[in-house]
Each structure stands twice: as structure tokens, then as C-alpha cells.
């Protein structure tokens, strides 16, 4: 069993960035793609990024050349990085592992509130 938790994020104004942590317990995440998602107020569950265990790396769209996720296998922890934040980015930020075909383990999130 895997066990995450986000964190970093918070309150800022559009232009402005936030990195956000995803740090793993009960098992190492190292071989596994790892992915964020974000949900926001009356929306269903999107996908924002992920990044497999060779470091090659999926966006969405809306998020390419904003967004960078990376991780870091010795502290077990996986990053987004999030630039030239929108209002629209505004959303609960969560973060799962993708294990026998599809995301597990989520995390409980992190609110992710930007400002115009």
C-alpha cells in the first residue's frame, strides 16, 4: 500500500507560480509512472501531467510550457512546478500512482486558489 501526500499549495495571483509536492510512504514509487490531476468546483477530475520511471514526461494542452513535473526517487517525492498560473488553474491538485493499468493510491490533495 502506497500512501501520498500533497503539498505547497495556496493562494497566489495569476502570473504568479506554486511548486507543489508529492511525497510517497509505505512503498517506493520509483518504477511507476506518477501522475497529478486536479478537480475544481463543480468539475470532474482532470488529468494535468505525469511521468514515468525513465523521467519522460505527458501534459495537458492547457498546461505545456506552464507546468513541469519531475521527481526526485531518493526522497520519494514527486513535483509539479507551476508557472504563468491562470485563474482557470484554480482546482484541487491531487497526485496517484498508475499501478496495474490505472491510477491508485490518491492522495488527498492540495487546494491550488489563484487569483486575478
Known amino acids: 500500500q502506497v500512501q501520498l501526500v500533497e503539498s505547497g499549495g495556496g493562494l497566489v495571483q495569476a502570473g504568479g507560480s506554486l511548486r507543489l509536492s508529492c511525497a510517497a510512504s509505505?512503498?517506493?514509487?520509483?518504477?511507476?509512472?506518477m501522475g497529478w490531476f486536479r478537480q475544481a468546483p463543480g468539475k470532474e477530475r482532470e488529468f494535468v501531467a505525469a511521468?514515468?520511471?525513465?523521467?519522460?514526461?505527458s501534459y495537458v494542452d492547457y498546461v505545456k510550457g506552464r507546468f513541469t513535473i519531475s521527481r526526485d526517487n531518493a526522497k520519494n517525492t514527486v513535483y509539479l512546478q507551476m508557472s504563468s498560473l491562470k485563474p482557470e488553474d484554480t482546482a484541487v491538485y491531487v497526485c496517484a500512482v498508475h499501478y496495474r493499468n490505472e491510477y491508485r493510491y490518491w492522495g488527498q490533495g492540495t487546494q491550488v486558489t489563484v487569483s486575478s
Open positions: 511521468i514515468n520511471w525513465l523521467g519522460v514526461t
Open positions: 509505505g512503498r517506493t514509487i520509483s518504477s511507476y509512472t
